[in-house]
C-alpha cells in the first residue's frame, strides 16, 4: 500500500468516528458545516427503586427503633391536641362575654315612612303599591298610612272608623297593600285619629278607636296610631282601646299588632311608663332650640330607645323642611335621626328634601334620578333635581347604616359635646364598633373638642360620613379639634379595644 493510499484510508477512517468523538464546531464556523453534538451513554440495564415488600415491611416495623418512634409521636400528637383545646378554653374563660341583645320589634329595626296625604303621596291607595320598592330601597320597616276613614269635621255622629274614604279607596285595595307590604318585610300601620280634619283629635270621648282597631287589625293591619295620645289616655274608656290592640297579638311571629301613637307633648317619660304605649312620636326636637337644649332632652329619654319616635313635624305630619328650612338642614335632622336612640319617623319627601307650599300637602316626587331629555335643561329645575338625588342617596346612606350597627340600633347613648349651636354624643355596643356623631346648626365654624364623660375615647377617629366636603369619607380626625363648617355635620367611627 503506498503512502497516499494510506493517508486516503486515515482520512475515511476519520469521518467514520462516531459524532461524540468529534470535535464540537464553534458559533463562527462557516456556513454548510455541520454543527457537534454529545451523546450520552446510558447503561443497559436500568435500576427502578421498587421499595420494600410487605414482608420487608413488617420485619421492620416491630424492631424496638421503629415502635418507639411511633409511640413518641403519637404522645405528641395527644399532648398538643390537648394544649390547644386547654387554649381555647382559657381564651373563652377569660374573654369578656358577649352583652346580651336587647329585645327588638319590628318598629326598632328601621325607620317608619308616614304618608299622610295618599292622593298627593300615589294618588290613592292603589298607587301606594307601586311605591313599596321604592321604600324597600329606603330600609323602610313601617308604612304609617292615613288617616282614612269617613268623618266630618267636628260632627262625631258622622264617624264611622270601620269604611274608608272612597275617594282614598276601597277596603280591597288596602288588603291588597298591606298583602304585598308584608311580603317585602314592611308593616303597615293604620291612622285611626277620630276627628283628624277638626279642631281637636278626639271627640268627647276617647273610646272611639276601640272597634275601629279591632276591625282593622283583624284584617292584617300591623298596628294602630292615634294622635293627641294624651287625651284618651286620660279616659276610663282607654283600657277598651288596649285591650283591643293587645287582643289581637297571637302567637305567630309574622303577626305584628301593635299600638303606635303620635304625641305632641313633653310628658312623654311619664306616657311611657305608665300608659302601656308601644311607640312613642315625640316633637321635642326643633330648630328653634339650642343644640344643647336638644342634647339634654336626647340624654334625658335615651333610656326609653326601644319605646320613643323621633321626628321633626312627624307628630303633624308635615314635611321636615317646614321648620328646617335653611338649605343643607334637612340633612343634618336626618344624620340627627338616624343615629340618636330611638325609632326614626319620618313624612314622605322627607327622603328628598321635599317642600310644602303653605299649607297644602306638597305633590310627591318620583323621578329624581331621571335626567332631563337633550335640549329640554332647565337649569334651575336641574339644580333641584339634583339636590333632591343627593339627599335621597345621603338618607338611603344612613338608613342602611343604622340597619347593621347595633351601636346605632340599640346602642348606649353619652352626650359628649352641647352648646348654642353645637351638638354631638357617642353611640357604643358591647364590642362592636363606635360611632359619634357631630352637628354645627350655627351660622359660623366651629372647633369642637370632645371630652368623654364615663366613657374613654381614642385620640382619632375615622370619617365615615360627611356633609362637610373638607372631612373625606375615610380620613381620619383628631377628637380633640373637629373643625366644622356651619350648617355641617359629620359621623366618625372608631372601633372597640379591649381595655
Not at 165 to 183: F, I, Q, R, W, Y
Request: a negative charge; aromatic letters at 6%; hydrophobic letters at 40%.
Amino acid at each position: 500500500m503506498t503512502k497516499d493510499t494510506e493517508i486516503d484510508m486515515k482520512e475515511v477512517e476519520l469521518n467514520e468516528v462516531d459524532p461524540e468523538k468529534q470535535p464540537m464546531t464553534g458559533v463562527g464556523q462557516a456556513a454548510g458545516e455541520k454543527n457537534g453534538s454529545v451523546k450520552l451513554k446510558l447503561p443497559d440495564d436500568e435500576v427502578t427503586f421498587t421499595g420494600l415488600s410487605k414482608e420487608e415491611l413488617m420485619k421492620v416495623a416491630g424492631t424496638p427503633g421503629w415502635v418507639r418512634a411511633r409511640w413518641v409521636l403519637l404522645i405528641l400528637f395527644w399532648l398538643g391536641w390537648v394544649g390547644m383545646l386547654a387554649g381555647a378554653i382559657v381564651i373563652i374563660v377569660k374573654a369578656p362575654p358577649c352583652k346580651p341583645i336587647p329585645e327588638m320589634n319590628w318598629w326598632n329595626e328601621g325607620p317608619l315612612y308616614q304618608i299622610s296625604d295618599l292622593e298627593a303621596f300615589s294618588d290613592g291607595l292603589e298607587g301606594n303599591v307601586h311605591c313599596l320598592d321604592n321604600m324597600n330601597q329606603l330600609k323602610v320597616k313601617g308604612l304609617i298610612i292615613g288617616p282614612l276613614h269617613t268623618v266630618q269635621e267636628d260632627k262625631p255622629s258622622t264617624l264611622s272608623l270601620k269604611v274608608l274614604d272612597p275617594a282614598l279607596g276601597t277596603e280591597a285595595a288596602l288588603k291588597s297593600l298591606v298583602e304585598k307590604a308584608h311580603k317585602k318585610g314592611i308593616s303597615v300601620i293604620l291612622d285611626l285619629t277620630p276627628n283628624y280634619n277638626g279642631t281637636s283629635s278626639w271627640f268627647s270621648h276617647g273610646n272611639e278607636a276601640d272597634e275601629g282597631a279591632e276591625y282593622w287589625l283583624n284584617l292584617g293591619i300591623d298596628g294602630i296610631k292615634v294622635s293627641d295620645v294624651t287625651v284618651p289616655a286620660e279616659s276610663a274608656d282607654w283600657s277598651k282601646l288596649q285591650a283591643a290592640v293587645k287582643g289581637n297579638r297571637t302567637a305567630d311571629s309574622n303577626t305584628k299588632n301593635k299600638l303606635a301613637k303620635g304625641i305632641s307633648a313633653p310628658e312623654v317619660s311619664q306616657l311611657a311608663n305608665t300608659s302601656g304605649i308601644d311607640l312613642l312620636l315625640s316633637d321635642l326636637l326643633s330648630p328653634q332650640k339650642a343644640a344643647s337644649e336638644m342634647l339634654t332632652t336626647i340624654d334625658l329619654l335615651s333610656a326609653l330607645k326601644l319605646q320613643l319616635g323621633w321626628g321633626l313635624g312627624a307628630a303633624q305630619g308635615e314635611q321636615l323642611t317646614k321648620q328646617a328650612t335653611a338649605p343643607g338642614l334637612g340633612r343634618l335632622y336626618q344624620l340627627l335621626l338616624f343615629t340618636m336612640p330611638g325609632t326614626p319617623v319620618f313624612t314622605y319627601g322627607d327622603e328628598i328634601g321635599l317642600s310644602a307650599e303653605g299649607n297644602t300637602s306638597p305633590k310627591m316626587v318620583w323621578d329624581v334620578e331621571q335626567e332631563p331629555a337633550e335640549g329640554s335643561v332647565n337649569e334651575t329645575a336641574e339644580a333641584v333635581r339634583k339636590e333632591r338625588m343627593e339627599t335621597r342617596k345621603w338618607f338611603k346612606t344612613l338608613s342602611d347604616l343604622r340597619g347593621k350597627e347595633r351601636s346605632l340600633l340599640h346602642g348606649d347613648f353619652y352626650k359628649l359635646h352641647g352648646s348654642a349651636a353645637v351638638l354631638s354624643y357617642l353611640r357604643l355596643w358591647d364590642q362592636s364598633e363606635r360611632y359619634v356623631t357631630v352637628v354645627n346648626f350655627g351660622s359660623a365654624a366651629e372647633t369642637v373638642s370632645l371630652k368623654p364623660q364615663g366613657v374613654d375615647l381614642p385620640k382619632q377617629a375615622k370619617v365615615k360620613l360627611s356633609t362637610d366636603a373638607e372631612l373625606k369619607p375615610d380620613t381620619m380626625v383628631d377628637l380633640d379639634k373637629i373643625e366644622l363648617k356651619p350648617g355641617q355635620g359629620v359621623l366618625l367611627q372608631f372601633p372597640y379595644v379591649a381595655a
